[in-house]
């Protein structure tokens, strides 16, 4: 474990295996990925923003980011929504000291002048320190939600990518692998079938999965459509 010693932050981060750049099925977002793997190895660019609609690998990419960084020694923090809600702006104090910073949600708790002006002064400090920092949102950084203009120009600092949508094809890629990190054998007619009976982005595509998974070990049934049918109706 690669702990973050903080007064404000007395966090941990796993190295894991199930959010890690093999099980990103990339498609059109390759260059996207291999620049967020640079940055998690200690190379290429010292700043990244990605943003696109939900479900399209945001998250994955900061969290696979923060695995590798971890895993090569290097002091990591991922914070979403649920770690910054209801905490002070001073928690930014010190970030700065931390190899790889990723910040997820932006779009969420970046909501008055006080967490802009947290935001704006942690990118100076983080470029000051010579350290990495990758962020993602729902939003570009020239959106109206962010209302300093000086802070705009620090979110575009460094490389902005808006994610793009897989392929049919690259989202049963992307299930296949998921499906085996969990011992699962997914059949490709059961793939299609969840792909076109239900919600189609990849975050509600993992999420029916998990819920298959679990379904699957409770009943002893291989995954099948009878399966998925009786789980989530017909």
Aim: glycine share 6%; aromatic share 10%.
């Amino acid at each position: 474990m690669v702990t973050l010693i903080h007064p404000q932050l007395p966090l941990g981060f796993e190295p894991g295996e199930l959010f890690t750049f093999d099980s990103f099925v990339a498609g059109s977002n390759a260059v996207t990925a291999g620049l967020a793997q640079q940055a998690a190895t200690g190379k290429g660019e010292k700043q990244l923003y990605f943003w696109g609609d939900a479900g399209l690998g945001k998250s994955h990419l900061l969290q696979a980011s923060c695995n590798l960084a971890a895993k090569n020694g290097y002091t990591v923090c991922y914070l979403t929504r649920a770690e910054i809600l209801n905490q002070s702006a001073d928690m930014f104090d010190g970030l700065e000291q931390v190899d790889l910073i990723c910040l997820d949600d932006i779009e969420t708790w970046l909501v008055d002048a006080e967490w802009e002006r947290a935001l704006f002064d942690l990118v100076n400090r983080v470029r000051e320190n010579n350290n990495y920092l990758m962020m993602a949102s729902a939003h570009p950084p020239d959106e109206a939600f962010v209302k300093l203009p000086d802070l705009r120009s620090r979110l575009s600092w460094g490389p902005v990518f808006q994610l793009q949508q897989l392929s049919d094809k690259e989202k049963f890629q992307a299930l296949h692998y998921r499906a085996r990190q969990s011992g699962l054998e997914l059949p490709e007619k059961v793939a299609d079938y969840l792909m076109q009976r239900y919600q189609r982005d990849m975050f509600g595509l993992f999420q029916r999965l998990a819920v298959l998974d679990k379904a699957s070990m409770a009943t002893q049934r291989r995954l099948t459509i009878p399966l998925i049918k009786s789980v989530f109706g017909d």
